[in-house]
Each structure stands twice: as structure tokens, then as C-alpha cells.
């Protein structure tokens, strides 16, 4: 529970490195490298817990949220989406690494880019929904624009992933991690 609640936090501190967009009501965060790195580091309890506990931190009111934000307004309104995608994308996440200790680049990779493809289409969805937007515009306000920096951050999350495992392993560690 110890190591969850660790990344609970680093969810919620890495949230508010946020860029709101003139053109959206999608801000550019960090958050996405901490769900990410909760999937590849954490078994999928853990994983699902952490981002449970980030979410019920936001929706009682916490400002965990980007941009110093909580309520939950931020869990109905037009990004809410996004914030309900992190639960499926890390148990995603992790169940494909599952038993694969970060081992094979293109398996790692399959996880980072399934839970980016939950991620936007939650997202997405109530993107749309809310807005009143046509699959297209949710796209284009949604989606496209973050895609080159969310694949940057999948890559830096590979690559902590594999630092932190190989680290906590070469110290006797890694049964602090996983499920």
C-alpha cells in the first residue's frame, strides 16, 4: 500500500506541470508519465489502486487535479475522460508487462501505447459528449495535438521503468514493486 500511495502522489505532483491550450479544454500535463510508470512498475492491484486513490483524492476536492484543480466537476466536465481512462490503462499496462520484468522493448512498448489508446478514447468520448463535439473535432481538439508529446513521455517512461527495475533488482529490491 506503501508503494501505491508513493505513486498516488507522484500522479498528483506530476499533474500540475500543465500548459492549458488556447485551442482546447485539454491542458498538456505530466500526470500520463506517472500513469504509465504505475502500470510498468506496479502489479495491477497496486496500479489500480493508486490511480483509485488519485481519483477519489481530485473528486473530494483535493487539487491533484492539473493545474491545482479538484472536484468532482474535473471527474464530469469535458476532461473528465481522461482522468476515468487511467484506471483501465494501467491494469492494461501492467497485466501486459505481467510476469515480462520489462524484458522485451516491443512488449513495454505494446503497453505504453495500449494505455495511451484507452487514455484517448475515454477521453475522447466524453470529450464529446460534453462539448458537443463530432468524433473529428474531438480528435483534433482531444487527441492529435498531444500525440507527439505523449509518445515522448511513453519513451522517458520506458526508460525510468527499466532504470528503477534494474535498479531496485541490483539492490535487492524488487519485491517492493509489483503485485
Known sequence: MTVSALFTALIAILAQIAVPLPFSPVPFTGQVIGILLAGLLLGRRAAVLAVTAYLLLGASGAPVFSLARGGLYMLTGPTGGYLWGF?????????????????????????????????YICGAAQLSLIMGYSAGQALLVGVIPFLPLDLFKAALAIFLGRQIHITLRRNKLDHVIGE
Open 87 to 119: 484506471v483501465p490503462a494501467v491494469y492494461i499496462t501492467a497485466s501486459i508487462i505481467k510476469d515480462n520484468e520489462l524484458s522485451s522493448i516491443y512488449r513495454t512498448a505494446l503497453a505504453m501505447i495500449s494505455a495511451l489508446a484507452i487514455i
